[in-house]
């Protein structure tokens, strides 16, 4: 056993060019001591050096960076969750060789990923590709490219305790730069208490039956477990497990609308059944993160938000004037006079319902559909402009 340790120690300090003479016995400190200008970590033998304003750019990046940021480079997530916890408990690095002190970063692996940090261009266009695949864990189950390209309406239903609220939105053809059209906008109570089975599924399907048909429709994931002051409560188990069911019956009756693919049809002139799914569930918090509703981890009201955007319409040029560039006709909303006044005359907490699930279906619509880069780096916490 003995003779079989010191054979793997003299092939490891012999692939890092450690002379046996430093490597004493029991002291592991001097493989991390290794500089990153030793001729084993450069491919091609040469010495790999750095300037003190890339040192610099390099060691200011790693201290201010977060685990997104990170990921962003050439760096697995392993690598990265673990230099975030060594930066956590550790502070910040004051030497490039620092890095070599945290367990799994090897002489190759950081000068590669040196390398990324020091090459902007690199850098953005795996922001780019790094956001664009964060996209497709957005909603469950993951939407097919054809499918996409082909949605030309949708409707986002948001579930509450008691209530649903829904919207539904008239897409934009590819290419053109003109608004989504809002159609259905629509709140409706499901229950006032608690309700037998029979009872709960009697007011879904008459639920079903008032939202309009779309190509496709959106739900928001219910929480796994949500909080509560008194977790034992029965009245407290009790709501939550009617909202789930809510959820689980308005998505079953959806899932079941007839699905057609999209212009194809029998010699009959029946329709093809599609065999894509038409209902996906998207993450929690997405719609309150990308138009800027959420505190800490609680939703405030979003009926300013919507108002804002009935504004926009009508005042695009001026938002435009104001520096607003990211903001194109196509990511808007166009609300009919009834739907605005509608709107008005509801109630606040209805107000807040509307909405929300209008939000839902924009959220949708702008990470999936459109996949606008602006709205995927906001949500993904990658700000900056990408590539």
Avoid at 169 to 184: D, F, K, N
Avoid at 301 to 324: A, C, F, L, P
Avoid at 362 to 367: A, I, S, Y
Wanted: one cysteine or more; proline letters at 4%; aromatic letters at 6%.
């Amino acid at each position: 056993m003995l003779k079989n340790m010191q054979c793997l120690r003299r092939r490891a300090l012999k692939v890092l060019r450690i002379p046996l003479s430093t490597a004493t016995k029991g002291n592991v400190e001097n493989v991390h001591e290794t500089k990153l200008t030793s001729e084993a970590a450069s491919k091609d033998n040469r010495d790999v050096q750095y300037t003190d304003e890339e040192k610099e750019k390099i060691l200011k990046i790693i201290n201010n960076s977060n685990i997104d940021d990170l990921l962003s480079y050439d760096i697995s997530k392993v690598r990265a969750n673990k230099l975030i916890s060594w930066l956590r408990h550790n502070g910040a690095l004051k030497d490039l060789n620092d890095i070599l002190n945290v367990e799994g970063f090897g002489a190759k692996s950081v000068i590669k990923f040196y390398h990324s940090l020091l090459n902007e261009k690199d850098a953005e266009m795996r922001k780019s590709k790094y956001s664009l695949k964060l996209a497709k864990s957005f909603i469950t189950p993951k939407m097919d490219i054809i499918q996409r390209l082909n949605i030309k309406s949708c409707v986002a239903v948001r579930v509450g305790i008691n209530h649903l609220a829904w919207a539904r939105l008239e897409l934009p053809p590819v290419g053109a730069e003109t608004p989504s059209v809002l159609t259905h906008w629509q709140q409706h109570n499901v229950v006032e208490k608690k309700l037998h089975l029979s009872d709960l599924v009697q007011r879904c399907l008459y639920a079903n039956h008032l939202i309009p048909t779309g190509d496709c429709y959106i739900l928001e994931n219910p929480p796994s477990v949500q909080a509560s002051n008194k977790p034992s409560n029965v009245e407290q188990k009790n709501v939550n497990i009617q909202k789930a069911q809510i959820i689980a019956m308005m998505g079953l009756a959806l899932a079941l609308r007839t699905q057609t693919n999209w212009g194809d049809v029998r010699s009959d002139d029946s329709k093809i059944p599609s065999p894509f799914t038409n209902v996906f569930y998207m993450r929690r918090f997405l719609p309150a993160r990308l138009f800027n509703y959420l505190v800490g981890t609680e939703r405030v009201s979003s009926e300013k938000t919507v108002i804002n955007m009935m504004r926009t319409y009508y005042n695009v040029d001026q938002y435009h004037r104001d520096g607003n560039d990211f903001l194109t006709i196509r990511n808007n909303v166009q609300f009919s006079p009834e739907l605005r006044e509608m709107f008005s005359l509801a109630s606040p907490s209805n107000r807040d319902l509307l909405s929300q699930a209008l939000l839902l279906n924009l959220t949708f619509v702008r990470l999936i559909l459109f996949e606008d880069k602006q709205s995927i780096a906001t949500v993904t916490g990658l700000s900056r402009k990408v590539g």
